[in-house]
């Protein structure tokens, strides 16, 4: 075979045409996808819910309401952390042309337009996406609602700690330690001054004295590793039976999981409520949740007692708080000993070890293989869009998962790859089987003189 060699640039043709472009056949998981919203009306869904953001006729061509959400929604299955990604992506890619409908001499959406439609767009508009994925859930039969688990995780914020300035003065925070330092008499502080200064200050990092200057909603923290950095605190309500998301919401980074597990569990019930107003999805999901589980960082009298009220059994792991007394607190005393005997029983032990495997693993795909867990976005509801409709990604890819066998393209990729490795293992063990049967003593080949003297040996004396 000829080496073909690189050939120099060129200008650019003026007219291209149309004929001679090359068409993408398409990725099978978008195709798939693509196929699943136009059969349930997704497009009309959402140009009728976002009719009242657009004018008639006036104004420059803007992104179909489709377009965006499907671009918000590839953010989670390439695993894309911002916008910006999201459109370089696109415009580089067939396969995702094709699934958001633009040919090739198009131009795809720039990272502008997706974030200027993101800002116009209202919260509650992204809550009726999120809302609509659960009622699709519920037609296949993907959403129960019954038993729920809840749990929390943090996100890294796009903000710097360096940044930081006093909620009081405005001071930055070299400043206000060059001015505590010199407070102390020195005079010249260097920076090895105001790092010992540092050290021995109490409550350096409280979030009552600093804050952010262009994301006041970023608290101060830790992460998941242990490392300390603004953050926000994100919150999953998880059907235990299915592992749908029924719910998710954005709290403060420093809010206390006793504080924003309530919330979770009415927007979940909420959530549900409507789905159960769709005909087709009432029948196959509870719209009042039965049962609950969380972990030791939700146990709190108050929430067992409101568990109790809105009759929801609690199945709450329960710190060692050593002996408590409870004189003058009958009702939460009962609450708390009837969580006690559930949790120990069979069926709170199974529910405890499917938490944390089911409510984890919807954190590890949306956060980690998702590209969600550090943001680049400012503003609690800013990110609760995005965090609204990445979650409904993760929803769909339930779907996927049940239709095609895997949730993900890179799933999907990973299937076919381990399919063609098992055709081609036994392709080479079924050939070396069949070179076995066949076994034929190999010929060798002898020098021409030895041949010749055989000749001679073997000619008659009559010379037939």
């Not at 068409?23 to 196929?35: A, M, R, T, V």
């Not at 959530?271 to 999901?285: F, H, S, T, W």
């Not at 007692?305 to 009962?334: C, F, M, N, T």
């Amino acid at each position: 075979m000829a080496m073909s060699k690189r050939k120099p640039e060129s200008p650019e043709t003026l007219w291209v045409e149309t004929a001679a472009l090359r068409q993408s056949p398409g990725h099978p998981f978008y195709e798939k996808l693509n196929e699943i919203l136009q059969t349930h009306g997704f497009d009309a869904f959402v140009e009728n819910l976002c009719a009242n953001y657009y004018h008639e006729k006036m104004g420059r061509p803007s992104i179909a309401p489709g377009v965006y959400f499907r671009m918000l929604l590839i953010g989670y299955f390439e695993g894309i952390d911002s916008e910006r990604g999201i459109a370089w992506r696109v415009a580089d890619s067939l396969g995702l042309r094709r699934f958001l409908g633009y040919e090739l001499s198009a131009s795809t959406p720039d990272h502008s337009s997706v974030s200027r439609t993101r800002r116009l767009m209202e919260i509650e508009t992204h809550q009726e996406v999120f809302g609509w994925v659960l009622a699709l859930l519920a037609k296949e039969n993907l959403l129960k609602g019954k038993t729920l688990g809840i749990d929390a995780t943090t996100l890294e914020a796009n903000a710097a700690l360096r940044s930081i300035v006093r909620r009081d003065t405005g001071e930055k925070y070299h400043e206000y330690l060059t001015r505590l330092a010199k407070a102390s008499g020195i005079e010249t502080p260097t920076r090895a001054d105001l790092t010992k200064l540092d050290k021995k200050r109490p409550r350096k990092g409280s979030n009552e004295d600093w804050e952010h200057p262009d994301d006041p909603d970023a608290k101060i923290g830790k992460m998941k590793d242990g490392r300390t950095h603004l953050l926000h605190k994100a919150e999953h309500a998880t059907d235990m039976e299915t592992g749908a998301v029924v719910a998710v919401t954005l709290a403060d980074g420093n809010e206390g999981d006793t504080e924003s597990g309530p919330w979770t569990l009415m927007r979940a019930q909420e959530n549900l409520k409507k789905v159960g107003e769709d005909e087709e999805a009432k029948q196959e999901i509870c719209e009042t949740v039965k049962e609950a589980v969380l972990d030791k960082g939700y146990h709190s009298n108050d929430v067992l007692v409101h568990l109790q009220e809105e009759h929801i059994r609690s199945y709450v792991s329960e710190p060692d708080r050593g002996r408590r007394q409870w004189e003058s607190k009958a009702i939460d005393q009962a609450a708390v000993y009837a969580n006690r005997r559930r949790i120990h029983g069979e069926h709170g032990k199974t529910l405890m070890r499917k938490r944390g495997e089911i409510v984890e693993r919807s954190f590890a795909h949306c956060y980690e293989t998702g590209g969600m867990r550090r943001l680049h976005l400012r503003q609690r509801g800013n990110i609760l869009k995005r965090l609204l409709v990445h979650v409904a990604g993760f929803n769909l890819g339930l779907v996927m998962r049940d239709l095609i066998g895997r949730g993900t393209p890179r799933g999907l990729r990973a299937l076919l790859g381990r399919f063609f490795d098992f055709i081609a293992r036994h392709l080479r063990a079924l050939c070396k089987r069949l070179t076995q049967f066949f076994a034929v003593t190999p010929i060798r080949l002898r020098n021409p003189a030895d041949a010749a003297t055989s000749a001679k040996m073997t000619t008659s004396a009559t010379g037939c």
